[in-house]
Structure formats: C-alpha cells, structure tokens
C-alpha cells in the first residue's frame, strides 16, 4: 500500500498482516520492497497547491506567472479542471475532467510531481519484468489519469455501493 504518510502511520498501528508493505508518497523512489507483491493498492496521490508551483516556474524561468490567487474568502484558487481522458486497457477512452495550471510551466511542474508521482509509485512492484507466474493487480484511489491504459474505473459512488471491491485476498 502507498498512501499519505500519516495514513501510513495510522495504519502502522493497527493489526495489518505482515505481509502487507506500507509506503508513502515522495518517499519509494528507488526503493525495491514491492518487487514480489501481488498487489499495489495507490490511495490518493501528491499534489502541491497552485501557489507551490507557480513558485517553482517562476524560480526555473525568472519571468513571474500568472497566479491563480485568492478566492473571496481568501483562500488559495485550486486548479481549474480541463477535459482530460484516461485510456482504457480495450483501447477506448474514458472522458473525465482533471486538474491543470494554465501557465505551461507551472502545469510542467504539477504534472511532474502529481502524475509523475503516481508512475513512481505503480513501477514499485515493476509490472514491467512480470510474466504469467508472477501477476500485478494493481488498484488506484485516485483522481489523477495515469499514463497508461486501465481496466476499470469505479467512481466513489459506485464502490460505496460496492464495498466488498475493497476486500483484499491477503
């Protein structure tokens, strides 16, 4: 399971099998511990607030970027949400809304640390080097497109209706 980290420490402290590695976001780079598993589950992903990245595209290029600002409340303006689309596993496409920076290297920045972050995080088990004998499921908690194509999407609504799509052989 990769996960925040404080959801990792929460579940640190309940009685999980032993079996069952826990990692968090921003912290698997490299790492080998899920080479064997049977199963990744991702829940949520890392994504820094519009400010984070604006910050950074104007630190790489010294030009200042369009902000997206305060809302009436004084809030920080969240990403607007751009059509997107997920490939599916069949070849059709999924159409969904996601987020993106309207600055291109501000939305550089977020795809890099949000998406890039999720691909670091499901080459973990290295699906890659996997033959018939040694099978990956791999389950996704997430808002964020993966670039890759997919088997099933199942929105929050429909697995609160589905619990059981949640239990895990372990």
Same mark, same amino acid.
Not at 10 to 28: E, S, T
Not at 92 to 119: C, K, W, Y
């Given at each position: 399971?990769?996960? +925040?980290? /404080?959801? /990792?420490?929460?579940? +640190?402290?309940?009685?999980?099998?032993?079996?069952?590695?826990?990692?968090?976001?921003?912290?698997?780079?490299?790492? &080998?511990?899920?080479?064997?598993?049977? +199963?990744?589950?991702?829940?949520?992903?890392?994504? #820094?607030?519009?400010?984070?990245? *604006?910050?950074?595209?104007?630190?790489?290029?010294?030009?200042?970027? *369009?902000?997206?600002?305060?809302?009436?409340?004084?809030?920080?303006?969240?990403? #607007?949400?751009?059509?997107?689309? $997920?490939?599916? @596993?069949?070849?059709?496409?999924?159409?969904? $809304?996601?987020? $993106?920076?309207?600055?291109?290297?501000?939305?550089?920045? /977020?795809?890099?640390?949000?998406?890039?972050?999720?691909? +670091?995080?499901?080459?973990? #088990?290295?699906?890659? *080097?996997?033959?018939?004998?040694? %099978?990956?499921?791999?389950?996704?908690? @997430? &808002?964020?497109? #993966?670039?890759? %194509?997919?088997?099933?999407?199942?929105?929050?609504?429909?697995?609160?209706? /589905?619990?059981?799509?949640?239990?895990?052989?372990?």
């Amino acid at each position: 399971v990769i996960c +925040q980290k /404080r959801v /990792r420490e929460w579940l +640190q402290r309940l009685k999980i099998p032993a079996a069952c590695i826990l990692m968090h976001h921003n912290a698997v780079s490299g790492l &080998d511990r899920g080479r064997h598993v049977r +199963q990744l589950i991702v829940v949520g992903r890392t994504l #820094p607030p519009p400010s984070a990245v *604006e910050d950074l595209a104007e630190a790489l290029t010294g030009a200042a970027v *369009e902000r997206l600002g305060l809302d009436e409340n004084g809030r920080e303006r969240w990403y #607007p949400k751009v059509d997107g689309r $997920q490939e599916m @596993t069949g070849g059709l496409l999924h159409l969904t $809304q996601v987020d $993106q920076h309207p600055d291109v290297i501000a939305e550089a920045f /977020r795809a890099s640390i949000n998406e890039g972050g999720l691909m +670091q995080d499901i080459g973990r #088990p290295r699906a890659v *080097e996997r033959t018939e004998a040694s %099978p990956l499921n791999i389950m996704l908690m @997430t &808002d964020t497109c #993966p670039d890759m %194509p997919v088997d099933e999407i199942i929105s929050m609504a429909a697995l609160a209706a /589905r619990p059981s799509d949640l239990m895990l052989s372990l």
